[in-house]
Every structure is written in structure tokens, then in C-alpha cells.
């Protein structure tokens, strides 16, 4: 776990040194930023290493942190609020993935696993109820090929725009 959070670090002060130019990039790598956070906080809390079964909750432990945010407070549920992290950095990867695809101007998807569980998460019913098939070591793997790919789309900008 101490792992995956020290990669996650790692990425985060390799996002601090780029550069953004414009608007555009700034909105990409501000995306990228709020991928490698959730997933830090997730894996701070210690989410499992391994693909883990998905807990939903019982009905007592989803009112206890509905009700937490009814009176404005954060959830005290840590599963809850482990899993809301993780799921917000995969949506997060998986949407700067196809971002950062069409401004490459490729249409491929660099994090196929990443996408195909945010899919799951977005259109079935049950939502990930069932298993993961994303663990933290593979998103992390994802973020890793995504800050790579904005180094170096930025770069390229740079030179096309100074050719």
C-alpha cells in the first residue's frame, strides 16, 4: 500500500513541474491532479491491494452517512468513503483518458481496464456490487501512463507551435 501511495507522489510532483499553456491544457492536467488526489486519499485509507468485493453497504451504515451529509459533516463510514474516492479517480482517468485522446487527436484508449470499469459503473444497474476488476496498483499503473502521455502531448505542442 505504502507503494502505490509513494508512485502516487511521485506523479503528483512529475504534474507540478508541467506547464500548461492554455486553457485546454490547464483543464487537462487539472483533471490529472484530481485523478492522482482521489486516488491518494483512497489509498490512504488503505484501499486493498487486491481486486476487492464491492460492500455497498447496509441500510443502516448508508443512512448513518446520509445523514452525516445532511447536517453538512463528512461520512464517517471509512468503506464508504475509501470507495468514494476510488471510484471518483477512475472516473477521473477514464475521462482524461478519452480528453487527452482527442487532443492528440488519436482515438485509441490507453486505459482500457480503467474505461471498462467506469463503464460498469455508469451504466449497470448494479454498479460494481458484484467484484472489482480495477485495483489500486492498476490505476495507479493507468495514471502513470496518462501523466506520461500529457508530458509529452504538451511537448509536442510546444515544438509544433515553435516550428
Known amino acids: 500500500m505504502a507503494d502505490n501511495l509513494e508512485r502516487l507522489r511521485a506523479l503528483a510532483r512529475r504534474a507540478q513541474v ?17 485523478a492522482l488526489w482521489a486516488l491518494s486519499e483512497a489509498e490512504r485509507l488503505r484501499v486493498p491491494a487486491a481486486p476487492i468485493k464491492t460492500r455497498t453497504g447496509d441500510v443502516e451504515s448508508l443512512a448513518a452517512v446520509a445523514g452525516a451529509v445532511s447536517k453538512g459533516n463528512a461520512p464517517q463510514d471509512r468503506r464508504w468513503v475509501i470507495g468514494f474516492h476510488f471510484n471518483s479517480g477512475l472516473y477521473r482517468l477514464a475521462s482524461l483518458a478519452e480528453r487527452l485522446g482527442k487532443y492528440r487527436g488519436q482515438h485509441r484508449r490507453p486505459i482500457q481496464d480503467v474505461s471498462k470499469e467506469v463503464q460498469r459503473l455508469k451504466h449497470d444497474v448494479e454498479g460494481l456490487a458484484r467484484i472489482r476488476s480495477v485495483d489500486v496498483t492498476r490505476a495507479v499503473g493507468a495514471s502513470s501512463r496518462l501523466v506520461s502521455m500529457l508530458e509529452d502531448a504538451f511537448s509536442q505542442a510546444r515544438v509544433d507551435q515553435d516550428a
Open 18 to 34: 508541467v506547464r500548461a499553456r492554455d486553457l485546454v491544457e490547464r483543464a487537462l492536467l487539472s483533471h490529472l491532479i484530481g
